[in-house]
């Protein structure tokens, strides 16, 4: 098993152009995360589905889109990119969206915005 | 403020060395509490968890919540090299999912041989 599975791992952009983050996992979870992590900010949820068909927005979502294409994969689109939204991004699952269930992270992907 | 604080350290002990880490949240909802480590440009992964108040302990880690002082702890015993990451604290309130874990900002720890 691979678990959470996330490309690119590493991307520079320039400021204006998109890109999408994709995430795959294989642990038949229900329920799937994109956060962004950034030094002195900790991990913040940009959005999350909760099971397949459905997406909500988390505490950070604002420029990003996603989409919840199976149950396996959800993925994490960069309209016009912008310094700001340099950062490490990361791609959980679980099992269900109960506060108990663990979530499991994927290796994450680099992203610099110039 | 945000609702866990944690110490980003860094911190830095000899092998061997008991090592404690904190967190304070503002929160009183909060019951489910845990504590995930990173490893250098790795995803975190869970180390321990507990509910409410009360220790648990797995092994080396010890994860303690006083809920009367809001405060979480994480204690290694016998520290390890193997044991440098960092370490993430954090909480959730019953109502709502995992989408209103809250985490904190993370202490990076280094276990000098």
């Known amino acids: 098993n691979a678990g959470v599975t996330q490309t690119p791992k590493f991307q520079v952009l320039k400021t204006g152009q998109s890109m999408t983050l994709q995430c795959a996992q294989d642990?038949?979870?229900?329920?799937m995360y994109w956060y962004r992590q950034d030094p002195g900010m900790g991990l913040r949820l940009i959005y999350y589905s909760a099971s397949e068909g459905t997406t909500d927005k988390g505490e950070v979502p604002n420029g990003y889109n996603v989409s919840r294409l199976n149950k396996r994969e959800f993925s994490l689109r960069l309209e016009s990119a912008a310094p700001s939204q340099t950062s490490v991004y990361f791609c959980a699952s679980s099992a269900g969206t109960s506060a108990y269930n663990e979530q499991f992270f994927g290796p994450g992907t680099r992203l610099t915005v110039l | 403020q945000k609702e866990v604080e944690q110490d980003p350290g860094p911190l830095s002990v000899p092998e061997g060395a008991i090592v404690s880490l904190n967190c304070t949240y503002s929160n009183s909802a909060f019951q489910y509490f845990m504590w995930y480590r990173q490893y250098s440009r790795k995803g975190p992964e869970l180390l321990m968890y507990?509910?409410?108040?009360g220790n648990k302990e797995d092994g080396r880690f010890t994860a303690q919540v006083d809920k009367s002082s809001k405060y979480i702890s994480l204690f290694i015993r016998d520290s390890q090299p193997s044991d440098s990451a960092t370490y993430l604290c954090?909480?959730?309130?019953?109502?709502?999912?995992?989408?209103?874990?809250?985490f904190g900002k993370g202490t990076k720890l280094t276990v000098n041989p």
């Open positions: 954090a909480a959730s309130p019953p109502q709502g999912g995992s989408e209103k874990l809250v």
């Open positions: 642990m038949n979870h229900n329920s």
């Open positions: 507990t509910y409410s108040s």
